[in-house]
């Protein structure tokens, strides 16, 4: 039951109110881990999951711990890993053989709840509550990470807490093979203290307006005024004002349920750096074209549009904008991804990947509102248009059919960024 917008509790037969039990369960170094199973050669060798460094995408997806002690870090550049560790052992990615691992972890995690919400390959949330009371869940927070170990031969660390917020960071707090409890009762003293940029949301954009106003950990977060964050953060400084304070309600959706889809988003690191308008241009057509072509599949249609940019020094920052009418034309999305890039970035430094999403999205089935200044019938033979090369790229290949100023590079036309698409589910999504 809910007793408020915030609050998630249970009242019990003798109607005591008693909180939720959710672990997060996170696969310690999951790809790397994996990885060094099946080749104990390496275990004892720094060791990196990462991707192809001819084709750009030479970024660190996982490592191990002896990487972890030369300060290897996911999401840096290999180069700048094997400066720190010369010695590191970087492999391919095996996609296939980590899905399989996640299966067999959720198997194990369904011993216990039939509420499973997985996150990624990775990690889950389970809730047991009722399955393990208050004084047991550290037990059987136990009881889970031995069974992966012993089964799997994977180390995984456990976050418990009353909320998803709370057991996320806790999983995150102490690693590897560990299992972290933030109650009620111990938040204040061990969570406050953290960084806010530990807390899910924080990303770097949102640790840096946050800085500007002195506000560096989330104990500051928890206790600054609502109206100065939402001045600075809009809607989601009183979100994470709220989670800071362990005022989380989200509740941990049951296996294979399907959730609504909040967001559809293509990224890509380009196979050159990209020096000005004309060069984003070709990338946003293949960006747009992809995201729409999701957009149709799903029965949605975007009412705002958001650009991730990431230049040569790994800067990374995001805009976004809403849009006049609901859309799922790649046309209309590229032309809002261009105005967005025009308006807020000078070219002073190359790009390396940029990205593009679709938010805010309402169903097809949303009654159109028409415009007595625009062309209702141009828009609709426009859809039709598309439709049509979205048969011709499942028939025949996506290489079949192409815009012509796709063309004009030979270097970056040949992406195909729907193979790489992103869905982003309502609720938990990338931080910025």
């Known amino acids: 039951m809910i007793f408020s917008c915030w609050e998630y509790i249970i009242v019990s037969q003798g109607g005591e109110r008693v909180d939720r039990t959710i672990f997060h369960i996170d696969i310690n170094g999951c790809y790397a881990s994996i990885e060094c199973l099946h080749h104990p050669e390496l275990r004892d060798k720094p060791v990196a999951v990462g991707g192809d460094v001819e084709a750009r995408h030479g970024i660190i997806l996982a490592k191990n711990e002896v990487a972890k002690r030369y300060a290897v870090k996911t999401g ?3 180069w700048q890993a094997r400066q720190k560790c010369p010695k590191l052992v970087v492999l391919p990615p095996h996609f296939e053989l980590y899905l399989r691992f996640s299966k067999l ?5 369904l011993d216990y709840s039939d509420k499973v919400e997985p996150f990624g390959i990775d990690e889950a949330w389970v809730d047991v509550t009722g399955t393990a009371g208050a004084a047991g869940a550290e037990r059987l927070a136990n009881e889970v990470r031995q069974r992966v170990k ?32 933030f109650s ?3 938040y204040r003293e061990k969570v406050w203290p953290l960084p806010a940029s530990d807390l899910l949301y924080v990303g770097p954009a949102t640790t840096r307006k946050l800085r500007d106003y002195n506000i560096n950990t989330i104990g500051d977060l928890a ?8 001045r600075r953060l809009g809607k989601w400084g009183f979100v994470l004002h709220a989670f800071a304070n362990g005022l989380d309600s989200e509740p941990v959706a049951a296996f294979g349920e399907d959730s609504p889809v909040k967001s559809v988003g293509n990224s890509t690191t380009t196979p050159r750096d990209l020096y000005n308008e004309r060069d984003a241009s070709i990338i946003f057509y293949m960006l747009s074209e992809s995201v729409a072509a999701r957009l149709r599949e799903q029965g949605f249609r975007a009412t705002g549009v958001q650009i991730s940019l990431r230049d040569n020094t790994l800067y990374t920052f995001e805009r976004q904008t809403g849009l006049e009418r609901p859309t799922a034309l790649s046309s209309e999305l590229h032309a809002a991804a261009m105005k967005l890039i025009a308006g807020n970035y000078s070219w002073g430094v190359p790009l390396r990947s940029i990205g593009l999403r679709a938010i805010d999205l ?3 089935s949303v009654p159109d509102q028409l415009s007595l200044f625009e062309d209702q019938g141009r828009r609709e033979r426009q859809e039709r248009l598309e439709r049509a090369v ?3 790229r499942r028939r025949f290949g996506h290489y079949a059919i192409g815009r012509a100023v796709t063309t ?6 040949n992406i195909n960024p729907k193979e790489d698409h992103v869905i982003h589910p309502v609720g938990y999504f990338k931080a910025v």
């Open 408 to 413: 004009l590079d030979d270097t970056l036309r």
């Open 105 to 109: 972890a959720r198997r194990i995690f």
């Open 362 to 364: 309402v169903p097809d």
């Open 390 to 392: 979205d048969d011709i």
């Open 223 to 230: 206790q600054a005024p609502v109206s100065l964050l939402e």
């Open 76 to 78: 840096e550049a290999i």
């Open 150 to 181: 012993s089964e799997l031969g994977v180390t995984v660390s456990v976050g418990v807490s009353f909320n998803k917020v709370f057991a996320k960071l806790g999983s995150d707090y102490k690693k590897p093979d560990a299992v972290t409890v």
């Open 184 to 186: 009620r009762d111990n």
